[in-house]
Protein backbone atom coordinates (compact mmCIF):
# COMPACT_ATOMS: atom_id res chain seq x y z
CA UNK A 1 0.00 0.00 0.00
CA UNK A 2 2.62 2.65 0.99
CA UNK A 3 4.73 1.15 -2.40
CA UNK A 4 1.19 2.78 -4.40
CA UNK A 5 0.91 6.10 -1.87
CA UNK A 6 4.63 7.32 -1.44
CA UNK A 7 6.92 5.93 -3.84
CA UNK A 8 5.15 8.04 -6.88
CA UNK A 9 6.12 11.51 -4.49
CA UNK A 10 9.84 10.11 -5.35
CA UNK A 11 10.75 13.18 -7.39
CA UNK A 12 9.01 15.91 -5.20
CA UNK A 13 10.83 14.23 -2.01
CA UNK A 14 13.52 12.43 -2.84
CA UNK A 15 13.09 10.50 0.92
CA UNK A 16 10.09 8.85 -0.31
CA UNK A 17 12.30 7.22 -3.08
CA UNK A 18 13.00 4.48 -0.20
CA UNK A 19 9.19 2.85 -0.79
CA UNK A 20 10.47 1.64 -3.98
CA UNK A 21 13.49 -0.75 -2.48
CA UNK A 22 12.66 -4.08 -1.99
CA UNK A 23 15.00 -3.91 0.89
CA UNK A 24 13.50 -1.21 2.53
CA UNK A 25 10.35 -2.58 2.38
CA UNK A 26 11.09 -5.73 3.82
CA UNK A 27 12.77 -4.39 6.91
CA UNK A 28 9.97 -2.10 7.11
CA UNK A 29 7.46 -4.97 7.10
CA UNK A 30 9.78 -6.74 9.38
CA UNK A 31 9.61 -3.89 12.36
CA UNK A 32 5.61 -3.15 11.81
CA UNK A 33 4.51 -7.04 11.95
CA UNK A 34 6.94 -6.93 15.40
CA UNK A 35 5.33 -3.83 16.77
CA UNK A 36 2.28 -4.88 15.90
CA UNK A 37 2.68 -8.28 18.21
CA UNK A 38 4.24 -6.02 20.93
CA UNK A 39 1.33 -3.70 20.66
CA UNK A 40 -1.42 -6.34 20.67
CA UNK A 41 -0.34 -8.98 22.13
CA UNK A 42 -1.31 -8.74 25.55
CA UNK A 43 -4.71 -7.96 25.58
CA UNK A 44 -5.25 -10.86 23.09
CA UNK A 45 -3.69 -13.26 25.42
CA UNK A 46 -6.21 -11.61 28.35
CA UNK A 47 -9.11 -11.91 25.91
CA UNK A 48 -8.12 -16.09 24.95
CA UNK A 49 -7.34 -16.86 28.47
CA UNK A 50 -10.60 -15.44 29.61
CA UNK A 51 -12.44 -16.90 26.52
CA UNK A 52 -10.97 -20.21 26.79
CA UNK A 53 -10.77 -20.78 30.55
CA UNK A 54 -8.78 -23.81 31.53
CA UNK A 55 -6.99 -23.70 27.95
CA UNK A 56 -5.73 -26.05 25.62
CA UNK A 57 -6.23 -29.42 26.51
CA UNK A 58 -2.43 -31.28 27.32
CA UNK A 59 -2.48 -35.16 26.29
CA UNK A 60 -2.91 -37.61 29.13
CA UNK A 61 0.15 -39.30 27.82
CA UNK A 62 2.50 -37.19 27.31
CA UNK A 63 5.52 -35.97 29.45
CA UNK A 64 4.43 -35.04 33.01
CA UNK A 65 5.99 -31.89 32.98
CA UNK A 66 3.58 -30.50 30.37
CA UNK A 67 0.93 -30.69 33.05
CA UNK A 68 2.28 -27.79 34.80
CA UNK A 69 1.02 -25.84 31.66
CA UNK A 70 -2.54 -26.56 32.16
CA UNK A 71 -4.15 -23.09 31.67
CA UNK A 72 -2.42 -21.88 28.71
CA UNK A 73 -4.30 -19.90 26.23
CA UNK A 74 -3.94 -21.43 22.91
CA UNK A 75 -5.05 -20.20 18.98
CA UNK A 76 -2.09 -17.60 19.74
CA UNK A 77 -1.27 -17.66 16.00
CA UNK A 78 -3.95 -15.17 15.49
CA UNK A 79 -1.05 -12.83 17.00
CA UNK A 80 0.86 -13.97 13.98
CA UNK A 81 -1.96 -14.01 11.14
CA UNK A 82 -2.97 -10.57 11.87
CA UNK A 83 0.46 -9.08 12.23
CA UNK A 84 1.84 -11.34 9.06
CA UNK A 85 -1.09 -10.25 6.91
CA UNK A 86 -1.17 -6.24 7.64
CA UNK A 87 2.43 -5.91 7.57
CA UNK A 88 2.44 -7.50 4.53
CA UNK A 89 -0.41 -5.22 3.05
CA UNK A 90 1.04 -2.54 4.13
CA UNK A 91 4.79 -2.70 2.62
CA UNK A 92 4.00 -4.60 -0.79
CA UNK A 93 3.39 -4.20 -4.18
CA UNK A 94 -0.23 -4.96 -4.04
CA UNK A 95 -0.09 -5.73 -8.17
CA UNK A 96 1.96 -8.46 -7.44
CA UNK A 97 0.39 -12.10 -7.49
CA UNK A 98 2.70 -14.08 -6.26
CA UNK A 99 2.57 -12.20 -2.70
CA UNK A 100 -1.16 -12.23 -3.38
CA UNK A 101 -0.98 -16.37 -3.65
CA UNK A 102 0.78 -16.80 -0.80
CA UNK A 103 -1.20 -14.26 1.66
CA UNK A 104 -4.02 -15.92 0.52
CA UNK A 105 -2.72 -19.80 1.26
CA UNK A 106 -1.84 -18.69 4.56
CA UNK A 107 -5.17 -17.48 5.64
CA UNK A 108 -6.62 -20.33 4.41
CA UNK A 109 -4.79 -22.66 6.39
CA UNK A 110 -5.08 -20.79 9.35
CA UNK A 111 -8.52 -20.52 9.11
CA UNK A 112 -8.47 -24.86 8.92
CA UNK A 113 -6.07 -24.63 11.83
CA UNK A 114 -8.60 -22.38 14.02
CA UNK A 115 -11.37 -24.55 13.42
CA UNK A 116 -9.22 -27.13 14.70
CA UNK A 117 -8.24 -25.57 17.52
CA UNK A 118 -11.78 -25.21 18.36
CA UNK A 119 -12.87 -28.07 18.27
CA UNK A 120 -10.46 -29.29 20.71
CA UNK A 121 -11.69 -26.24 23.13
CA UNK A 122 -15.01 -26.97 23.02
CA UNK A 123 -14.73 -30.98 23.27
CA UNK A 124 -12.11 -30.57 25.61
CA UNK A 125 -9.71 -33.14 24.54
CA UNK A 126 -6.70 -33.51 21.95
CA UNK A 127 -9.29 -34.44 19.18
CA UNK A 128 -9.70 -31.70 16.44
CA UNK A 129 -11.39 -31.56 12.88
CA UNK A 130 -11.09 -35.41 11.16
CA UNK A 131 -7.70 -35.92 10.17
CA UNK A 132 -9.11 -36.58 6.49
CA UNK A 133 -11.71 -33.50 6.54
CA UNK A 134 -8.77 -31.62 7.45
CA UNK A 135 -6.56 -33.01 4.42
CA UNK A 136 -8.90 -32.57 1.98
CA UNK A 137 -9.20 -29.04 2.61
CA UNK A 138 -5.43 -28.47 3.11
CA UNK A 139 -5.09 -30.79 -0.35
CA UNK A 140 -8.17 -28.24 -1.89
CA UNK A 141 -6.45 -24.91 -0.83
CA UNK A 142 -2.86 -26.32 -1.98
CA UNK A 143 -4.20 -27.64 -5.29
CA UNK A 144 -5.66 -23.82 -6.31
CA UNK A 145 -2.58 -22.41 -5.04
CA UNK A 146 -0.26 -24.27 -7.92
CA UNK A 147 -2.74 -23.86 -10.66
CA UNK A 148 -2.48 -20.55 -9.86
CA UNK A 149 1.57 -20.62 -10.21
CA UNK A 150 1.70 -22.86 -12.61
CA UNK A 151 -0.46 -20.25 -14.73
CA UNK A 152 1.42 -16.83 -13.71
CA UNK A 153 4.67 -18.83 -15.06
CA UNK A 154 2.71 -19.27 -18.80
CA UNK A 155 5.55 -20.77 -21.32
CA UNK A 156 8.47 -20.62 -18.74
CA UNK A 157 11.13 -23.55 -18.81
CA UNK A 158 10.95 -25.54 -15.87
CA UNK A 159 7.43 -24.65 -14.39
CA UNK A 160 6.45 -27.61 -13.55
CA UNK A 161 10.02 -28.96 -12.85
CA UNK A 162 12.09 -29.17 -9.75
CA UNK A 163 15.47 -28.51 -9.68
CA UNK A 164 18.18 -30.38 -7.73
CA UNK A 165 20.37 -28.20 -4.92
CA UNK A 166 24.29 -28.62 -5.44
CA UNK A 167 23.80 -28.91 -9.60
CA UNK A 168 24.01 -26.57 -12.57
CA UNK A 169 20.65 -26.48 -14.50
CA UNK A 170 19.54 -30.26 -13.16
CA UNK A 171 15.53 -29.95 -13.77
CA UNK A 172 13.61 -32.96 -13.31
CA UNK A 173 10.89 -32.54 -15.56
CA UNK A 174 7.04 -33.44 -14.09
CA UNK A 175 4.75 -32.07 -16.29
CA UNK A 176 1.57 -33.08 -14.97
CA UNK A 177 2.35 -34.88 -11.71
CA UNK A 178 3.93 -31.72 -10.82
CA UNK A 179 0.68 -30.42 -9.38
CA UNK A 180 0.60 -33.54 -6.70
CA UNK A 181 4.29 -33.07 -6.19
CA UNK A 182 3.30 -29.20 -4.83
CA UNK A 183 0.30 -30.19 -2.80
CA UNK A 184 2.10 -32.43 -0.77
CA UNK A 185 4.83 -29.98 -0.55
CA UNK A 186 2.41 -27.27 1.15
CA UNK A 187 0.44 -30.33 2.45
CA UNK A 188 3.49 -31.52 4.09
CA UNK A 189 5.13 -28.72 5.35
CA UNK A 190 1.89 -27.29 7.21
CA UNK A 191 1.86 -30.30 8.89
CA UNK A 192 5.41 -31.02 9.72
CA UNK A 193 5.53 -27.35 11.55
CA UNK A 194 2.22 -28.28 13.47
CA UNK A 195 4.25 -31.60 14.44
CA UNK A 196 6.85 -29.46 15.89
CA UNK A 197 5.12 -27.01 17.75
CA UNK A 198 4.79 -29.13 20.54
CA UNK A 199 7.42 -27.17 23.24
CA UNK A 200 7.55 -23.84 23.80
CA UNK A 201 9.53 -21.68 21.26
CA UNK A 202 10.51 -24.91 19.31
CA UNK A 203 8.69 -24.48 15.86
CA UNK A 204 8.76 -20.57 16.14
CA UNK A 205 12.80 -20.19 15.75
CA UNK A 206 12.98 -22.49 12.79
CA UNK A 207 10.18 -20.82 10.97
CA UNK A 208 11.60 -17.63 11.49
CA UNK A 209 15.74 -19.06 10.31
CA UNK A 210 13.68 -20.30 7.11
CA UNK A 211 11.85 -17.27 6.62
CA UNK A 212 15.54 -15.55 6.42
CA UNK A 213 16.59 -17.89 4.24
CA UNK A 214 13.53 -17.71 1.89
CA UNK A 215 13.20 -14.12 2.21
CA UNK A 216 16.84 -13.32 0.68
CA UNK A 217 16.44 -16.40 -1.92
CA UNK A 218 13.17 -15.00 -3.32
CA UNK A 219 14.99 -11.62 -3.26
CA UNK A 220 17.81 -13.44 -5.51
CA UNK A 221 15.67 -15.17 -7.79
CA UNK A 222 13.58 -12.37 -8.70
CA UNK A 223 16.58 -10.25 -9.56
CA UNK A 224 17.96 -11.23 -13.02
CA UNK A 225 21.79 -9.90 -12.17
CA UNK A 226 21.82 -11.92 -8.81
CA UNK A 227 20.00 -15.30 -10.23
CA UNK A 228 21.82 -15.43 -13.72
CA UNK A 229 25.52 -14.71 -11.48
CA UNK A 230 24.42 -17.95 -8.50
CA UNK A 231 22.65 -19.90 -11.96
CA UNK A 232 19.49 -20.16 -10.37
CA UNK A 233 15.92 -19.73 -11.84
CA UNK A 234 14.91 -16.16 -12.06
CA UNK A 235 11.43 -15.87 -11.25
CA UNK A 236 10.14 -12.45 -12.05
CA UNK A 237 8.31 -11.02 -9.62
CA UNK A 238 9.15 -13.40 -6.82
CA UNK A 239 11.50 -10.69 -4.93
CA UNK A 240 7.80 -9.10 -3.72
CA UNK A 241 7.91 -12.42 -1.62
CA UNK A 242 10.62 -10.81 0.39
CA UNK A 243 8.59 -8.36 1.92
CA UNK A 244 6.28 -11.57 3.12
CA UNK A 245 9.15 -13.24 4.77
CA UNK A 246 10.10 -10.70 6.76
CA UNK A 247 6.92 -9.88 8.15
CA UNK A 248 6.92 -13.39 9.13
CA UNK A 249 9.99 -13.05 11.01
CA UNK A 250 8.96 -10.07 12.68
CA UNK A 251 5.45 -11.59 13.57
CA UNK A 252 7.94 -15.04 14.90
CA UNK A 253 9.91 -12.52 16.72
CA UNK A 254 6.93 -10.86 18.57
CA UNK A 255 5.19 -14.20 19.44
CA UNK A 256 8.44 -15.59 20.24
CA UNK A 257 8.54 -12.98 23.31
CA UNK A 258 5.57 -14.29 24.77
CA UNK A 259 5.93 -18.32 23.58
CA UNK A 260 9.18 -17.75 25.16
CA UNK A 261 9.12 -20.70 28.14
CA UNK A 262 7.10 -20.56 30.46
CA UNK A 263 4.83 -19.88 27.45
CA UNK A 264 2.26 -16.98 27.96
CA UNK A 265 0.08 -18.52 24.85
CA UNK A 266 0.61 -21.30 22.55
CA UNK A 267 0.47 -20.79 18.43
CA UNK A 268 -1.80 -23.60 18.47
CA UNK A 269 -2.77 -25.10 14.67
CA UNK A 270 -4.21 -21.71 13.53
CA UNK A 271 -0.33 -20.50 13.89
CA UNK A 272 1.25 -23.92 12.96
CA UNK A 273 -0.66 -24.68 10.08
CA UNK A 274 -0.22 -21.01 8.37
CA UNK A 275 3.40 -20.83 8.81
CA UNK A 276 4.56 -24.24 7.06
CA UNK A 277 1.83 -23.58 4.88
CA UNK A 278 3.70 -20.26 3.63
CA UNK A 279 6.62 -21.70 3.40
CA UNK A 280 5.73 -24.14 1.19
CA UNK A 281 4.04 -22.30 -0.98
CA UNK A 282 7.11 -20.08 -1.21
CA UNK A 283 9.28 -22.79 -1.76
CA UNK A 284 7.24 -23.89 -5.08
CA UNK A 285 6.97 -20.46 -6.06
CA UNK A 286 10.27 -19.96 -6.36
CA UNK A 287 10.99 -23.67 -7.54
CA UNK A 288 13.72 -24.32 -3.88
CA UNK A 289 11.21 -27.20 -3.27
CA UNK A 290 14.19 -29.44 -2.23
CA UNK A 291 15.97 -26.70 -0.45
CA UNK A 292 13.24 -26.15 1.95
CA UNK A 293 13.63 -29.97 3.05
CA UNK A 294 17.06 -29.45 3.75
CA UNK A 295 16.72 -25.79 5.54
CA UNK A 296 13.69 -27.24 7.11
CA UNK A 297 14.97 -30.23 7.78
CA UNK A 298 14.18 -30.13 11.51
CA UNK A 299 10.62 -30.34 10.38
CA UNK A 300 11.42 -33.45 8.66
CA UNK A 301 13.23 -35.17 11.10
CA UNK A 302 10.22 -34.51 13.34
CA UNK A 303 7.73 -35.95 10.86
CA UNK A 304 9.65 -38.78 10.22
CA UNK A 305 10.46 -39.59 13.68
CA UNK A 306 6.43 -40.31 13.85
CA UNK A 307 5.87 -42.01 10.27
CA UNK A 308 9.06 -44.61 11.86
CA UNK A 309 6.67 -44.78 15.28
CA UNK A 310 3.60 -45.40 13.33
CA UNK A 311 4.63 -48.05 10.83
CA UNK A 312 6.93 -50.13 13.77
CA UNK A 313 4.46 -50.23 15.89
CA UNK A 314 1.52 -51.42 13.26
CA UNK A 315 4.16 -53.71 11.59
CA UNK A 316 5.47 -55.28 14.68
CA UNK A 317 3.76 -54.36 17.84
CA UNK A 318 6.89 -52.19 18.94
CA UNK A 319 8.29 -48.11 19.03
CA UNK A 320 11.40 -47.56 17.81
CA UNK A 321 11.14 -44.04 20.23
CA UNK A 322 10.28 -43.83 23.61
CA UNK A 323 7.40 -41.17 22.32
CA UNK A 324 6.74 -39.01 19.05
CA UNK A 325 7.03 -36.62 17.97
CA UNK A 326 10.92 -36.65 18.14
CA UNK A 327 11.54 -33.59 21.13
CA UNK A 328 9.12 -35.97 23.17
CA UNK A 329 11.41 -39.04 22.54
CA UNK A 330 14.58 -36.89 24.53
CA UNK A 331 11.98 -35.46 27.31
CA UNK A 332 11.39 -39.03 28.15
CA UNK A 333 15.22 -39.67 28.24
CA UNK A 334 15.37 -36.89 30.86
CA UNK A 335 16.53 -33.90 28.56
CA UNK A 336 14.97 -30.48 30.22
CA UNK A 337 12.45 -28.63 27.79
CA UNK A 338 14.72 -25.82 27.43
CA UNK A 339 17.70 -28.02 26.52
CA UNK A 340 15.69 -29.75 24.00
CA UNK A 341 14.53 -26.61 22.50
CA UNK A 342 17.89 -24.86 22.49
CA UNK A 343 19.80 -27.91 21.07
CA UNK A 344 17.07 -28.28 18.08
CA UNK A 345 17.36 -24.46 17.12
CA UNK A 346 21.44 -24.86 16.84
CA UNK A 347 20.43 -28.12 14.50
CA UNK A 348 18.06 -25.80 12.56
CA UNK A 349 20.68 -23.06 12.21
CA UNK A 350 23.19 -25.44 10.87
CA UNK A 351 20.90 -27.15 8.67
CA UNK A 352 20.29 -23.54 7.56
CA UNK A 353 23.53 -23.02 6.73
CA UNK A 354 24.01 -26.66 4.52
CA UNK A 355 20.70 -25.42 2.95
CA UNK A 356 22.03 -21.84 1.48
CA UNK A 357 24.84 -23.47 0.68
CA UNK A 358 23.08 -24.71 -2.48
CA UNK A 359 23.38 -21.30 -4.16
CA UNK A 360 26.94 -21.33 -4.60
CA UNK A 361 27.60 -24.85 -4.63
CA UNK A 362 26.44 -25.71 -8.12
Known sequence: MLFHLLSPWGQTFIGFNLFRYLTFRTGGAMLTALAICFIFGPPLIRWLRAK?????????????????????????????????IFSTLLWMNLANIYTWIVILVTTGFGLVGFADDYQKLTRRNTNGLPRKVRLIIQALIASIATFAIIDMAG??????????????????????????????????????????DGL????TVPVLIVALCFGLISY??????????LQILHVPGAGELAVFCGALVGACLGFLWFNAPPAQVFMGDTGSLALGSSLGVISIIIKHEIVLAIIGGLFVMETVSVIIQVASFKLTGKRVFKMAPLHHHFEKLGWSEPTVVIRFWIIACVLA???MSTLKLR
Open 52 to 84: QGEGQPIRENGPETHFKKKGTPTMGGLMILVAV
Open 353 to 355: LIG
Open 220 to 229: LAGNAVFSNY
Open 155 to 196: NAPHATSIALPFFKNFWIPLGGLFIAFAVFVIVGASNAVNLT
Open 200 to 203: DGLA
